[in-house]
Protein backbone atom coordinates (compact mmCIF):
# COMPACT_ATOMS: atom_id res chain seq x y z
CA UNK A 1 0.00 0.00 0.00
CA UNK A 2 1.23 3.52 -0.18
CA UNK A 3 3.67 4.50 1.53
CA UNK A 4 3.37 8.36 1.89
CA UNK A 5 0.68 10.89 2.03
CA UNK A 6 0.42 14.40 1.62
CA UNK A 7 -1.36 16.09 4.60
CA UNK A 8 -3.73 18.53 2.37
CA UNK A 9 -5.03 18.23 -1.63
CA UNK A 10 -5.25 22.06 -1.99
CA UNK A 11 -3.27 24.87 -0.61
CA UNK A 12 -3.54 28.66 -1.52
CA UNK A 13 -0.93 31.27 -0.71
CA UNK A 14 -0.76 35.07 -1.47
CA UNK A 15 2.13 35.74 -4.37
CA UNK A 16 5.65 36.76 -2.58
CA UNK A 17 4.77 34.71 0.63
CA UNK A 18 6.16 31.25 1.78
CA UNK A 19 4.62 28.30 1.18
CA UNK A 20 4.65 24.45 2.66
CA UNK A 21 3.44 21.76 1.55
CA UNK A 22 3.53 18.64 4.39
CA UNK A 23 4.05 15.14 3.81
CA UNK A 24 4.00 11.90 6.22
CA UNK A 25 5.33 8.50 5.69
CA UNK A 26 4.93 5.15 7.42
CA UNK A 27 7.65 3.53 6.93
CA UNK A 28 10.58 4.19 9.57
CA UNK A 29 13.31 2.75 7.37
CA UNK A 30 12.53 5.05 4.11
CA UNK A 31 16.00 6.44 3.17
CA UNK A 32 15.62 8.23 0.31
CA UNK A 33 12.73 11.33 -0.73
CA UNK A 34 12.30 13.38 -3.41
CA UNK A 35 9.95 16.15 -4.17
CA UNK A 36 8.61 16.66 -7.65
CA UNK A 37 6.51 19.51 -9.23
CA UNK A 38 3.72 18.54 -11.85
CA UNK A 39 2.07 21.31 -14.28
CA UNK A 40 -0.97 20.60 -16.14
CA UNK A 41 -0.29 18.28 -18.92
CA UNK A 42 3.30 17.65 -17.94
CA UNK A 43 5.30 14.59 -16.36
CA UNK A 44 6.65 15.29 -13.25
CA UNK A 45 9.77 17.28 -12.67
CA UNK A 46 12.48 16.96 -9.72
CA UNK A 47 12.70 19.71 -7.15
CA UNK A 48 14.55 18.45 -4.31
CA UNK A 49 15.69 15.82 -2.44
CA UNK A 50 17.00 14.61 1.31
CA UNK A 51 18.53 11.02 2.51
CA UNK A 52 17.73 10.01 5.73
CA UNK A 53 21.19 10.99 7.40
CA UNK A 54 19.93 14.55 6.98
CA UNK A 55 17.34 17.11 8.66
CA UNK A 56 17.28 19.81 5.83
CA UNK A 57 18.33 20.50 2.51
CA UNK A 58 18.22 23.77 0.50
CA UNK A 59 18.27 24.36 -2.91
CA UNK A 60 17.43 27.40 -4.61
CA UNK A 61 14.26 29.00 -3.25
CA UNK A 62 12.98 25.51 -1.91
CA UNK A 63 13.99 23.74 1.51
CA UNK A 64 13.29 20.55 2.78
CA UNK A 65 12.82 19.06 5.94
CA UNK A 66 12.69 15.80 7.35
CA UNK A 67 11.84 14.83 10.73
CA UNK A 68 12.32 11.03 10.98
CA UNK A 69 10.90 11.22 14.83
CA UNK A 70 7.51 11.42 13.40
CA UNK A 71 7.55 10.46 10.08
CA UNK A 72 7.29 13.83 8.61
CA UNK A 73 9.05 15.93 5.78
CA UNK A 74 7.62 19.29 4.25
CA UNK A 75 8.73 21.21 1.09
CA UNK A 76 9.53 25.18 2.09
CA UNK A 77 9.35 27.65 -0.81
CA UNK A 78 10.29 30.75 0.00
CA UNK A 79 8.31 34.18 -1.54
CA UNK A 80 5.96 32.32 -3.87
CA UNK A 81 5.45 33.53 -7.78
CA UNK A 82 2.74 32.90 -9.91
CA UNK A 83 5.04 30.44 -11.98
CA UNK A 84 5.41 28.07 -8.56
CA UNK A 85 1.65 26.99 -9.26
CA UNK A 86 1.07 23.16 -9.84
CA UNK A 87 0.68 19.83 -7.69
CA UNK A 88 3.54 18.67 -5.91
CA UNK A 89 4.68 14.95 -4.77
CA UNK A 90 6.82 13.58 -2.51
CA UNK A 91 7.98 10.57 -3.43
CA UNK A 92 10.12 7.27 -1.91
CA UNK A 93 12.58 6.52 -4.10
CA UNK A 94 12.95 2.82 -3.46
CA UNK A 95 16.18 2.28 -5.62
CA UNK A 96 16.01 1.41 -9.03
CA UNK A 97 13.22 3.77 -10.71
CA UNK A 98 10.93 2.25 -7.79
CA UNK A 99 9.33 5.64 -6.79
CA UNK A 100 6.03 5.58 -4.34
CA UNK A 101 4.31 9.18 -4.75
CA UNK A 102 1.64 10.77 -2.44
CA UNK A 103 -1.40 12.04 -3.53
CA UNK A 104 -0.61 15.73 -4.10
CA UNK A 105 -0.85 18.58 -2.91
CA UNK A 106 -2.35 21.82 -5.50
CA UNK A 107 -0.56 24.76 -4.75
CA UNK A 108 -2.49 28.14 -6.04
CA UNK A 109 -0.94 31.37 -5.97
CA UNK A 110 -3.45 34.71 -5.36
CA UNK A 111 -2.19 37.63 -6.82
CA UNK B 1 18.70 14.04 -27.69
CA UNK B 2 15.60 13.51 -27.78
CA UNK B 3 15.12 12.60 -24.21
CA UNK B 4 12.18 10.35 -23.30
CA UNK B 5 9.58 9.83 -26.03
CA UNK B 6 5.62 8.71 -26.08
CA UNK B 7 3.53 7.64 -28.18
CA UNK B 8 1.01 7.67 -28.84
CA UNK B 9 -0.22 11.49 -27.27
CA UNK B 10 -4.04 10.48 -26.50
CA UNK B 11 -5.76 6.80 -27.58
CA UNK B 12 -9.18 6.17 -27.14
CA UNK B 13 -9.94 1.86 -26.86
CA UNK B 14 -13.32 0.20 -26.34
CA UNK B 15 -12.72 -1.99 -23.55
CA UNK B 16 -11.52 -5.79 -24.27
CA UNK B 17 -9.10 -3.93 -27.13
CA UNK B 18 -5.58 -4.64 -27.00
CA UNK B 19 -3.03 -1.61 -27.93
CA UNK B 20 1.10 -1.10 -27.20
CA UNK B 21 2.42 2.36 -25.68
CA UNK B 22 5.30 3.04 -26.70
CA UNK B 23 8.50 4.60 -24.53
CA UNK B 24 11.88 5.42 -26.07
CA UNK B 25 14.70 6.80 -24.52
CA UNK B 26 18.33 8.01 -26.30
CA UNK B 27 20.40 8.62 -23.00
CA UNK B 28 21.69 4.79 -23.01
CA UNK B 29 19.52 4.76 -19.72
CA UNK B 30 20.12 1.61 -18.19
CA UNK B 31 16.58 2.07 -15.82
CA UNK B 32 12.92 2.29 -17.21
CA UNK B 33 9.40 2.17 -16.15
CA UNK B 34 6.26 3.03 -16.37
CA UNK B 35 3.36 4.80 -14.31
CA UNK B 36 0.22 5.73 -14.18
CA UNK B 37 -1.45 8.76 -12.76
CA UNK B 38 -5.54 8.67 -11.99
CA UNK B 39 -6.84 11.87 -11.36
CA UNK B 40 -6.19 13.48 -8.17
CA UNK B 41 -3.31 11.09 -7.59
CA UNK B 42 -0.06 10.67 -7.26
CA UNK B 43 1.73 8.04 -10.13
CA UNK B 44 1.62 4.57 -9.78
CA UNK B 45 4.24 2.14 -10.84
CA UNK B 46 3.45 -0.34 -12.96
CA UNK B 47 6.60 -2.38 -14.39
CA UNK B 48 10.32 -1.37 -14.55
CA UNK B 49 13.52 -2.55 -15.53
CA UNK B 50 16.95 -2.00 -14.61
CA UNK B 51 18.54 -3.12 -18.33
CA UNK B 52 18.20 -5.26 -21.21
CA UNK B 53 16.17 -8.38 -20.85
CA UNK B 54 15.01 -7.86 -17.46
CA UNK B 55 11.29 -6.44 -16.10
CA UNK B 56 10.24 -6.61 -13.06
CA UNK B 57 6.75 -5.72 -11.80
CA UNK B 58 5.90 -2.75 -9.74
CA UNK B 59 2.77 -2.18 -7.73
CA UNK B 60 0.03 -2.61 -9.90
CA UNK B 61 0.93 -4.81 -12.84
CA UNK B 62 -2.23 -6.09 -13.41
CA UNK B 63 -3.43 -6.09 -17.09
CA UNK B 64 0.11 -4.97 -18.38
CA UNK B 65 3.06 -6.58 -19.83
CA UNK B 66 6.38 -5.42 -21.02
CA UNK B 67 9.56 -5.94 -22.38
CA UNK B 68 13.20 -4.89 -22.61
CA UNK B 69 14.22 -6.19 -25.80
CA UNK B 70 16.93 -3.26 -25.97
CA UNK B 71 18.11 -0.20 -23.87
CA UNK B 72 16.49 2.44 -25.88
CA UNK B 73 12.31 0.86 -26.28
CA UNK B 74 10.36 -0.03 -22.87
CA UNK B 75 6.92 -0.93 -24.86
CA UNK B 76 3.54 -0.90 -22.19
CA UNK B 77 1.31 -3.81 -23.24
CA UNK B 78 -3.03 -3.56 -22.83
CA UNK B 79 -4.39 -7.32 -23.30
CA UNK B 80 -7.56 -6.40 -22.98
CA UNK B 81 -8.48 -2.98 -22.35
CA UNK B 82 -10.89 -2.02 -19.21
CA UNK B 83 -12.32 1.23 -18.76
CA UNK B 84 -10.17 0.83 -14.99
CA UNK B 85 -7.13 1.71 -17.22
CA UNK B 86 -8.21 4.99 -18.06
CA UNK B 87 -5.67 6.91 -16.93
CA UNK B 88 -2.32 8.77 -17.69
CA UNK B 89 0.54 7.05 -18.26
CA UNK B 90 4.29 8.11 -17.88
CA UNK B 91 7.50 6.48 -18.98
CA UNK B 92 10.68 7.22 -17.25
CA UNK B 93 14.48 6.57 -17.44
CA UNK B 94 17.59 7.32 -15.77
CA UNK B 95 21.07 6.73 -15.52
CA UNK B 96 21.99 3.79 -12.88
CA UNK B 97 25.01 5.31 -11.71
CA UNK B 98 23.92 9.15 -11.51
CA UNK B 99 22.27 11.27 -8.97
CA UNK B 100 18.65 10.85 -9.69
CA UNK B 101 18.02 14.78 -10.70
CA UNK B 102 20.70 15.12 -12.98
CA UNK B 103 19.91 11.74 -15.14
CA UNK B 104 15.72 10.67 -13.83
CA UNK B 105 13.43 12.13 -17.20
CA UNK B 106 9.99 11.56 -17.27
CA UNK B 107 8.46 11.69 -20.86
CA UNK B 108 5.13 13.59 -21.89
CA UNK B 109 2.48 10.89 -21.35
CA UNK B 110 -0.04 9.47 -22.92
CA UNK B 111 -3.47 10.10 -22.39
CA UNK B 112 -5.70 6.91 -22.06
CA UNK B 113 -9.54 6.78 -22.52
CA UNK B 114 -11.54 3.65 -22.40
CA UNK B 115 -14.54 3.10 -22.67
Known amino acids: GESVGLHLPTLSVQEGDNSIINCAYSNSASDYFIWYKQESGKGPQFIIDIRSNMDKRQGQRVTVLLNKTVKHLSLQIAATQPGDSAVYFC??????????FGQGTRLTINP | NAGVTQTPKFQVLKTGQSMTLQCAQDMNHEYMSWYRQDPGMGLRLIHY???????DQGEVPNGYNVSRSTTEDFPLRLLSAAPSQTSVYFC??????????????FGPGTRLLVL
Open chain 2, 92 to 105: ASSYRGGRIQETQY
Open chain 1, 91 to 100: AENKGAQKLV
Open chain 2, 49 to 55: SVGAGIT
